[in-house]
Structures are given as structure tokens and as C-alpha cells.
């Protein structure tokens, strides 16, 4: 119920955002972003069962900054990029990018905005086409967008290609001659032939070696500089995301539970996960022994999260309320924000709490309804009366079973005591 | 023909045939040497030092591919102390990987064939009499005649169980020599000595048959005369040992119902069924999380513990093999460039390539502005130049270095590098001493 409520409010107002746009200096603005897949239908195909992989994300990212985003895989940060993009149908929430909703707008309409916002992806082995040539990769989608005329169009792929430390006479060849990190070069510059304004960078560097890694950062770090550009990069090495980030957020099942600037959330940690998602890291240096926070367990599966809050299955401070109402997502200090019933103010505990309770009664309540349902009550009469047989022919087979044994039984008592007797 | 003259990898087809012809002899005199039967006096050698387990020396191992012949283990020799963890680092295509499959004798045959060098392992095999058979040892009871073998009803006697209920065998300690070794031989010491844990758990489970079935399996094999029942039980029972809530559960189920980590553990709980000495661990946490990859290396460490055996750590993290190796083995195209104890490698690093690479790696601690990148690529493993394979690339680079390859320089008891920048310091050292 609240849930909805939710929605509706932020629908209201973000038909008055649109209006007014958004600040100057803000190039894109998330509220509320949620992503589910479809997991299971009922008998008329109607779903009934998601996967929530990306459940209400929202954050603004300003011109020429870098947001990191780490997490554990699964954690949904690859699918919130692509539904940035619109890579995704039915994403819901609304993506402000330029003043414009992405997600709302028409096809026609978007893709004259879908220069604007590119994506480098994790694997360059998979993500170039095998069958086309380098300069083709790269200026296909420019001259798909009229970026260039004919005439003009090799001039341009080899000026994108200097930029990416690619080489002229590489324009006539084909990706399966290149190594991993000059493909992804490749792959890089056929996103910046747009020039975009947005680059979602997705695990840009993780297929890398150490040495090519450090040659593709920096080379990306350079081009925002050169270019203004604005990335969101996302990664499970938390040292990449520290080098090349200015803020950071930590996602966990679908949501973000810290986000600051890149200073406040690796010098002054909040939440229990980044904690030990932080600790984890190897540090390479033999002579420091890290205190771990030794994470139990695997991640839950995303389908049926944790009720509450979705990390209490592995916190180490795990409190009564964190298994029965999810936590806030609030600024606890200026500009760093997490979820976490650990910084609730005592008035916050309280409110929730009373809100927890009068959730388990209303779910009570609809739970008694629902049960009540004329369908409902012959189907549960149905499953005991299948029960009470199932266990009556049990019973039958377990008394059978006993009888043979007595019998078995008897006869050597009667000769222990005929011996006994003789 | 221009465009065919311009690039380099281009082969004509008179010397592709000829490559073929080579190839062919090549793999077929390996080959032979592999199915030939030896006696075990064949393959027997001496531990160098004792307290080795493995002693790598000078081992080359190439493939002999279309193209040409791919150096990829190019003279190798370190060695593995028993009961310590000896990490190998380096770049993909660096021979890591094909340095253990090597010791294991699995590198991709025809194709891939240990040519020349030696592995010397310390390995307990089977007493065999004259006709290769093994020898089994019987229970005996004292009479009043002496002792005597124990008979059963049909008066045999009665091999003696040890604790998991597999026959027990008369033993023997000998040093072997696994490139000498022909395959059959080495089907006693794989999986029983030496265990391997691989990197994608997903590729190396076979996803048609259920986790019980394909730990059983190694039990079967490996521990004769084992009854089924204690084959399941010794299953689980491993299953436990590596942090398994519910091993019955998992025991029945396949390998696409868990989780990356769980099957990594699942592996391990594979690679550790017969007890063996030596544990090789092919990048084990690569595809992995980082929380389930503190978990998994914590889980490694605590066997090590267990089962009293040495681990080879593969693996491109410095991270993951500061934390937990005792020395460590930088490799570069095919070759040792420096080893040495852990905090040798990480306090002082000697090579400009393991400089570099420590260099080119952002911590989470420290904080610069613009990361080190070691310029150009890595030569090509087909014609490998004579010179140090890294002097292209080489900030440091000297007039002695496009001289015949480096050998190594002793720089501390523990600590070796081959580079010349430190020949004149190791002269001076000799001269004070």
C-alpha cells in the first residue's frame, strides 16, 4: 500500500519537475527507478512473480563528475545502467536527463536524445561485431545519427580513433586481430563518435589484465577532462571505482544503501555492508593483516528478498526492527546517504516501528480475507482432505509393517523360552 | 602480395606446410614417450633440497601450433616448499596456468607437449611386485603360535581397512619425475597427491550429473576396495569441511542450483577427497566475488592448516597473493622473472616489470593522481626475440640488455631476479662479504 502511495506523489510531482528542469549544473536526475523482470505468470499470463533487480534507486549526478557503483554481482548495478539507457522496456520511475523524462518519452523522440547517453560494455570479445571492420564499428552509429556526411565520415573515425590511441592503418581491420584492451579502445571510441555527454562505463576494465587496466583508466580519466565528460561507472573492484570516481554508491539487492561523495563513504563508512564489502578487499602489501568482517552466506536471491531491511540476513548488528521494517534511505550526514536503522534517532525508531506493526496487522488482515474467499476455503478443504488420506493409507502401511514384524519376533521369545524352560 | 608482405603473421603455403610436417614429428615423438612402459627406476630422481615438495627446473613446455611453435613455459624453475603457499603472478599468456597443468600432466595434448626439463615431486606411491601389482597388507592377530594372518569363513586373508574403509597398501616415498613420467603412471599421483581447484567452478562441474555423483566418482577411483555407503559418507563428510550448511542437501543437488561460490566450494571439497600434499589453485577466486572471495581464501588457508599439505596459488591479483602466500613467482612471456619471499617481492621489488605492476594497481588506501602504465604490449610467443623479452618495454633499460637474455641474480638468500640492472650490485655485495 505504501508503496503505491509512494508512487503516486512522486508522479504528480515529476510532471511539475519536468516543467520547471532541472538545475544548471545537473546533467541527470534519478527518482525512484525500479526495474522488475518477470519471473512466473499465472494461468491467464499475467505475471505474478518479479525479480526485483533494481527496487527504487534514486540520485542526481552532476555535469563532468563520475559516479561509481560497486557491489556484489547480482546486486542489480548492470541492469540499472541499462535502464538508464533505456536498453530495458517497462522500466519505471523517472530518469531526468537534460529536463527531459527518458523514460516516458516516445521512441522517435528518444532517439534523437540517445547520442547524448552511450555505454562501454564489460566484455569487448563479445560486444564488437565480428564481421565488421574497425572504422566500420566505430562510425556506423555517427553516420546513422547524421553526425557526419559521406564525404567526411573516414576524416572523422580516424579523429575518434587518435583520440583513443587507436592507429590509422587499424581502420581496415577486423577485432579479432586486436588484443583485449586495444578491443576495448575500440570499444570506446565507438561510444565517444557520438559525442555523448553521458557514458555508462559497465565493468569497463574487469576482463583486463593489471597493466592494460591501468592504460584503459587512465585514457578514460584523460578524455573526461578533454572531453567534459560525465560517467557513471560501474565496477566490483572497489579500487578502480576509488581511483576514478568523485561519488560513490553502494548497491545491495536492487538498492542503493550508501552514497556520497568518494571521500565521505571510504573515509567515514556507514552502512554495515560497505563495511565489509571494504574490509574484503586484498590489500597487496604482505605486512598488513586486515581485520575482515566475514560476510555469512551468499546473497539472497532477488526474487524473494529478505522481509525488512534486505541485508539483516548478514549484518553483524542486526536489531529486532531490521527484520521487520525496511529502513529509510536518508541523509545522515551532508551530502552521505544511507539506509540503516543503526543512525535512527529515537523518534525514528519508534514511528517505524509502530508502522511495522500496523503493516503485520493490515497484512494479517488482508491474509484472513484472502482466505476467506469462496475459491480459497474449497481449496483449502480440498488439500486437508488429501492430507487426512495420504496419512490414513500411512498409517495403514506403517501398522502393516509392524504387524509382520511381531509375528517375526514372537517365535524366537517362545524358543528362548522352551531353552530356557528345558 | 604487398598487403602479404606488410604483415608480419603472414605465412605462405609452402611454410605452413613445412611447419605442419615439424609439428607433426614433434608431437608424435612426444607422444610415444608419454605411452611407453617404464619402469618406475625410469622416471626416479633426487630432491634437489629436502624440504621441497616440487622442484620446477628448467621446464618448457610448447605448443605446436599452425603458426609455429608457442614457447609458452620457456625455462622455468622455482620450486614449492612443503607446507607453504608459493603464489605464481603474471599477465594472462604468461605460462602461469600452463606451469601447473604441466605438473599435472594435463596440458592440452597433441598440440601441447612438456619438452624438455624436469618436475621433481616427492610423491608416496604404491609397492608393486614384479608383475606391477600392488602390494596389500593383511590383518594379522597373535595365536599361541606367533602371529599369524588373519583368515575370514572361506579361509582368505583379510586386507586391513584404514579409517575411510579403503584397502590398505604397502607404500613407498620416491622422488619422481612427472615430465618423464608416461600418463599411466601419473594416473596414481593425479587427484591422489596433487589436486587441482579450477578457475570457473561453472565450466569445470558437469552440469548433467549431481554433486554427489561427481565426488563419488574420485572417491571410487582413488580409494580401492571403499564400499558405497562410506563413499557417500566421506562425500559429505568433505562436504562439511568446506563450510557446507547442508551437505545432505547439496549432495543431491546439481551443479546449476548453486551459487558461484558454493561450487568453487564444492571443488575444493572435490580437490581435497584423497588428502593430497599438494593443492593447486588456478585463479580459485577470479570469477568470484569480493565478499565470497575473502570467504573461499579464508576457507583455502584454514586447510592448508588441516591437511598439512603446500598450495601453488595462480593468480593475477597481487592483492589475493600478498594475503596469502609465503613466496612468491613473477612470471613474464613464458619465463621467471623474480621470486622470493612474500615481503621481498612487495617491500623491494627488483624487476621493473614487478615494479610496474604494483605500480600500475589502485589501492583502496592510497591515493594518485594518474596510474603507471607500462607501455607497449607483450611480445609475440611465436618469435620471442634473444634479448630480455621485457626490453622493449623497459624504462630502465641498459646497453647490456640487447645482450643474450638475463640470468639470475641472487640479490638476498631468498630473493632472485634476472635483470642486469643488478649485476653490479650483487659483484659489490660479493666483494664486502
Not at chain 1, 593489471?210 to 557513471?232: D, H, P
Not at chain 1, 556520497?260 to 571510504?266: T, W, Y
Not at chain 1, 564489502?277 to 532477488?302: E, Q, T
Request: some cysteine; hydrophobic content about 35%; glycine content about 6%.
Amino acid at each position: 500500500m505504501e508503496k503505491t502511495d509512494n508512487g503516486e506523489v512522486l508522479e504528480t510531482q515529476s510532471t511539475q519537475t519536468a516543467e520547471t528542469a532541472l538545475p544548471d549544473d545537473v546533467l541527470l536526475q534519478v527518482n525512484d527507478l525500479k526495474k522488475y523482470f518477470p519471473v512466473a505468470k499465472n494461468f491467464f499470463g499475467k505475471p505474478i512473480k518479479f525479480l526485483k533487480a533494481v527496487d527504487g534507486i534514486s540520485f542526481t549526478l552532476k555535469k563532468g563528475k563520475t559516479l561509481g557503483i560497486v557491489g556484489e554481482s547480482g546486486c542489480g548495478k548492470s541492469t540499472m545502467g541499462r535502464s538508464l539507457l533505456r536498453l530495458y522496456d517497462g522500466v519505471q520511475g523517472e530518469i531526468l536527463f537534460d529536463g527531459q523524462d527518458v523514460a516516458k518519452l516516445k521512441n522517435r523522440e528518444f532517439d534523437k536524445l540517445r547520442p547524448n547517453m552511450q555505454m562501454i560494455f564489460q566484455d569487448p570479445y563479445a560486444s564488437l561485431s565480428p564481421r565488421l571492420t574497425v572504422g566500420e564499428i566505430i562510425g556506423e552509429s555517427a553516420r546513422q545519427h547524421h553526425l557526419v556526411d559521406k564525404a567526411g565520415f573516414h576524416d572523422y573515425v580516424l579523429k575518434v580513433m587518435d583520440m583513443c590511441g587507436l592507429q590509422p592503418h587499424y581502420f581496415e581491420r577486423y577485432p579479432h586481430e586486436f588484443s583485449g584492451g586495444q578491443r576495448q579502445r575500440i570499444c570506446i571510441a565507438r561510444a565517444l563518435a557520438l559525442q555523448p555527454k553521458l557514458v555508462v562505463c559497465d565493468e569497463p576494465v574487469s576482463a583486463l589484465d593489471v597493466s592494460i587496466q591501468a592504460q584503459v583508466i587512465n585514457m578514460l580519466i584523460e578524455l573526461r577532462e578533454k572531453l567534459g565528460l560525465t560517467y557513471i561507472f560501474i565496477s566490483h573492484d572497489l579500487s578502480v571505482v576509488k581511483h576514478i570516481s568523485d561519488d560513490v554508491g553502494v548497491m545491495y539487492l536492487g538498492n542503493i544503501v550508501e552514497y556520497g561523495s568518494k571521500d565521505s563513504v571510504f573515509s567515514h563508512t556507514l552502512h554495515p555492508y560497505t563495511k565489509a564489502l571494504f574490509s574484503a578487499v586484498p590489500v597487496p602489501n604482505p605486512h598488513v593483516k586486515m581485520n575482515r568482517i566475514m560476510l555469512k552466506g551468499d546473497i539472497p536471491s532477488p526474487v524473494n528478498p529478505p522481509k525488512g531491511c534486505k541485508f539483516h540476513t548478514r549484518c553483524e548488528h542486526c536489531m529486532e526492527i531490521c527484520s521487520r521494517i525496511a529502513p529509510e534511505y536518508r541523509e545522515v550526514e551532508d551530502g552521505h546517504f544511507c539506509s540503516c536503522h543503526l543512525y535512527n534517532s529515537e523518534e525514528d525508531t519508534l514511528r517505524l516501528l509502530a508502522q511495522a506493526d500496523e503493516n503485520e496487522r493490515n497484512e494479517a488482515i488482508a491474509a484472513e480475507k484472502e482466505a476467506n474467499k469462496p475459491w480459497n476455503k474449497a481449496k483449502a478443504k480440498v488439500t486437508t482432505a488429501c492430507k487426512n488420506v495420504v496419512t490414513k493409507i500411512k498409517n495403514k502401511f506403517k501398522k502393516s509393517e509392524q504387524t509382520e514384524q511381531q509375528p517375526q519376533e514372537q517365535p524366537g521369545q517362545t524358543e528362548d523360552s522352551n531353552v530356557e524352560e528345558k | 602480395m604487398a598487403a602479404n608482405k606488410d604483415n608480419k603473421h603472414y605465412i605462405s603455403r609452402s611454410e605452413s606446410r613445412a611447419i605442419a610436417r615439424e609439428n607433426s614429428k614433434a608431437i608424435r615423438y612426444y607422444e610415444q614417450r608419454k605411452k611407453r612402459k617404464a619402469k618406475p627406476d625410469e622416471y626416479t630422481t633426487q630432491m634437489q633440497d629436502d624440504n621441497n615438495i616440487v622442484e620446477f627446473d628448467d621446464l618448457h613446455t610448447y605448443f605446436f601450433s599452425d603458426a609455429g611453435t608457442v614457447k609458452a613455459v620457456n625455462g622455468v624453475s622455482f620450486s614449492i616448499p612443503a607446507g607453504s603457499t608459493v603464489g605464481v603472478v603474471g599477465e594472462s599468456g604468461c605460462g602461469k596456468s600452463v606451469t601447473s597443468l604441466s605438473l599435472m600432466q594435463l596440458v592440452q595434448a597433441p598440440s601441447g607437449q612438456i619438452v624438455s626439463g624436469s618436475i621433481r615431486f616427492k610423491a608416496s606411491l604404491f609397492k608393486r611386485d614384479e608383475k606391477g601389482k600392488k602390494i596389500p597388507v593383511y590383518e594379522m592377530e597373535d595365536d599361541e603360535y606367533g602371529k599369524r594372518f588373519k583368515l575370514d569363513e572361506k579361509g582368505k586373508k583379510i586386507i586391513k581397512k584404514n579409517e575411510l574403509g579403503g584397502n590398505v597398501y604397502e607404500m613407498e616415498d620416491r622422488v619422481v619425475d612427472i615430465a618423464k613420467m608416461p600418463t599411466e603412471a601419473m594416473r596414481s599421483i593425479r587427484g591422489r597427491e596433487i589436486a587441482m581447484i579450477f578457475q570457473e567452478p561453472m565450466t569445470s562441474l558437469n552440469p548433467v550429473f549431481t554433486i554427489g555423483n561427481q565426488l563419488d566418482e574420485v572417491g571410487y577411483l582413488h580409494i580401492e576396495g571403499i564400499s558405497k555407503k562410506q563413499v557417500k559418507a566421506h562425500s559429505i563428510e568433505m562436504l562439511k569441511m568446506v563450510g557446507i550448511a547442508d551437505p545432505e542437501g547439496v549432495y543431491k543437488k546439481f551443479p546449476h542450483e548453486l551459487s558461484g561460490g558454493m561450487r568453487q566450494r564444492v571443488m575444493i571439497a572435490i580437490a581435497l577427497l584423497c588428502n593430497p600434499k599438494l593443492i593447486i589453485a588456478d585463479e580459485p577466486t577470479t570469477a568470484l566475488d569480493v565478499t565470497i572471495q575473502a570467504q573461499i581464501l579464508d576457507l583455502l588457508r584454514e586447510i592448508k592448516h588441516k591437511i598439512n599439505g603446500s598450495i601453488m596459488l595462480i593468480t593475477h591479483d597481487l592483492g589475493v597473493v600478498a594475503e596469502m602466500a609465503d613466496y612468491v613467482v613473477v612470471m613474464y612471456a613464458g619465463k621467471v622473472i623474480e621470486m622470493g619471499t612474500a615481503e621481498d617481492i612487495f617491500d623491494h621489488p627488483m624487476h621493473p616489470y614487478t615494479i610496474g605492476l604494483q605500480k600500475s594497481k589502485p589501492t583502496v588506501d592510497g591515493e594518485v593522481d594518474k596510474l603507471y602504465c607500462i607501455p607497449g604490449f607483450v611480445p609475440n610467443p611465436i618469435d620471442m626475440p634473444d634479448y630480455c623479452y621485457f626490453r622493449d618495454r623497459c624504462e630502465m633499460c641498459k646497453e647490456k640488455c640487447a645482450g643474450a637474455y638475463p640470468g639470475y641474480v641472487q640479490v638476498s638468500p631468498t630473493h632472485k631476479v634476472a635483470c642486469y640492472l643488478y649485476e653490479d650490485t650483487k659483484e659489490d655485495g660479493n666483494g664486502k662479504d
